[in-house]
């Protein structure tokens, strides 16, 4: 009997320790610091705004039913995160719609007829074919921050009709996103240092109605918070004026521009820096308006040293009607009139000025290889006029080229190339030999007699 006693007793204890360490090791959240902002039965802690998509449980997820007829619809927290690192899986049924999670965010609580309507960073959730998940989008605000143009690496990380780990990491001025373990955006950004997280269903057409969006296994730390760690090739997208972040600097990226003087910089007629027709003030490198006019009044600038192959990127504002450029490879060996020669990102009112409607097929216009090769023309990249825009020109060791707007690819082309060649033939540069095929050049700002302003100018080079 004892015996008995004994055995059971034993095997209770085991069972018992089991359990524990099997408790143990499916909430090790617990111990970590983690907290579940889920609790698998209840959606206490969470309310509904914007939208009138339903959100229920089913099983151990959090569902949002895609409803037709009314807009993007969100799950947000009550309680609002500063600093946090926040996991959880999430499905979506199909791949013609999109999701997201809100980091930081806020509510307009009189719009959609005062259910409110979410603003702030979302990281996207996009199962389509342009596969932009873990992206960031500024909902209701700016748009398109980090699009997945910059990291085509990470587009396929998303797994289709699966659950997907994602991992945000909201620290400082920092947001970093991972798909299912894959570093995919990094933003450094002052806007939002706190706000809720949400959970969103987007708004469809009539066709999806009724597909779900399952959330499940949400958890959140928001003390002792170590980062995962990214890729040093990543690019990153620094939002703030004319500023290195750490990750950038050992990246090896430098400032063309600091924000405050106009070292580095060189008039295209001589060793100094234009003395009128171009103003450095309040973080910016402005040209004045003139006369509108290839560099009749300061001239054109250019750096004053020369790049082969580089990662450059910069700010630019245009005001109403402008016309400006960036140029790369620039010799100064042609001597020209006016505006120096080199291969031209345009800067450019499309909608004003009249360089928009000349060219060919629209090869002058924003973005495009200046009389060249056309921008891709993505409404989705545009920004209005008076506004900060992103510029970025990439040249790689194998005379690859690409241009980038905002974060979206416009366009790619080689230099040197039998298609490349054939283009400058019929183009205003047919007589210049060899035309955009240097070894290195000078980064140029352009003088077209309209202001425009210029900032966070920098740029990678290999080591």
């Known amino acids: 009997m004892k ?29 970590k610091g983690w907290t579940n902002l ?11 705004v914007g939208g009138k998509a339903p959100y229920s449980i089913e099983g151990d997820a959090i569902v949002g ?18 600093d946090f690192i926040l996991e959880l899986d999430v499905k979506l049924e199909g791949n013609e719609t ?20 979410v603003y702030g960073r979302q990281v996207e959730i996009d199962p389509s074919a342009r596969a932009w998940t873990g992206g960031i989008y500024d909902e209701a ?21 699966e659950f997907n780990h994602i991992r945000i990491e909201a620290i400082g001025d920092e947001l970093r996103t991972w798909i299912n373990d894959i570093p995919v955006a990094y933003v450094v950004d002052t806007i939002d240092r706190s706000g809720f997280i949400g959970l969103q269903v987007h708004g469809i057409p009539p066709k999806l109605d009724g597909k779900k969006v399952y959330f499940k296994n949400i958890k959140i730390k928001t003390t002792d918070l170590k980062s995962k760690g990214f890729p040093k090739d990543l690019y ?5 004026p004319n500023d290195l972040a750490d990750a950038e600097k050992k990246k090896g990226v430098k400032l063309l521009f600091d924000g405050k003087t106009n070292k580095g910089w060189r008039s295209i007629h001589g060793d100094k820096f234009p003395e009128r027709g171009w103003q450095v003030k309040d973080g910016q490198m402005t040209v004045l308006k003139s006369d509108g006019g290839e560099s009749t009044n300061g001239g054109d600038i250019v750096t004053k040293d020369k790049y082969a192959v580089f990662d450059l990127s910069f700010e630019f504002k245009l005001s109403p009607g402008a016309n400006s450029g960036v140029k790369y490879f620039v010799t100064l060996k042609e001597k020209s009139k006016g505006s120096a020669i080199g291969l031209e990102y345009q800067v450019l009112d499309d909608a004003l000025h009249p360089d928009a409607k000349l060219g060919r097929d629209g090869n002058r216009t924003l973005a495009s290889l200046y009389d060249l090769i056309t921008s891709n023309r993505d409404d989705r990249a545009l920004r209005p006029i008076g506004e900060w825009n992103r510029g970025r020109v990439v040249v790689t060791a194998d005379n690859k080229v690409e241009h980038y707007l905002n974060g979206i690819k416009m366009l790619s082309y080689e230099r040197g190339s039998k298609a490349f060649k054939d283009l400058v033939q019929i183009s205003k540069y047919k007589d210049w030999e060899n035309f955009g095929e240097a070894k290195e050049g000078f980064i140029l700002l352009q003088d077209h007699g309209d202001r425009v302003s210029f900032r966070s100018i920098k740029i990678n080079t290999p080591n």
Do not use: C
């Not at 004994?6 to 617990?30: E, G, H, P, R």
């Not at 605000?141 to 980090?146: A, N």
């Not at 990153?236 to 703030?240: G, P, Q, R, S």
């Open 3 to 31: 015996r008995n006693t004994l055995f059971k007793s034993v095997v209770m204890a085991a069972i018992v320790s089991n359990a524990v360490l099997s408790y143990a090791q499916t909430d090790k959240s617990n111990e």
């Open 38 to 48: 889920f609790d698998g039965k209840t959606l206490n802690g969470w309310k509904s």
């Open 65 to 82: 039913r895609m409803t037709k007829g009314t807009p993007n619809s969100f799950l947000i927290t009550e309680k609002e995160y500063g």
């Open 98 to 117: 999109n999701s997201g999670i809100q980091t930081r965010s806020h509510l307009d609580p009189k719009a959609n007829d005062g259910r409110g309507r």
């Open 141 to 161: 605000r700016r748009g398109w921050i980090y699009p997945l143009d910059l990291n085509e690496n990470a587009k396929k990380a998303y797994k289709v009709e």
């Open 236 to 240: 990153i997208v620094n939002l703030k």
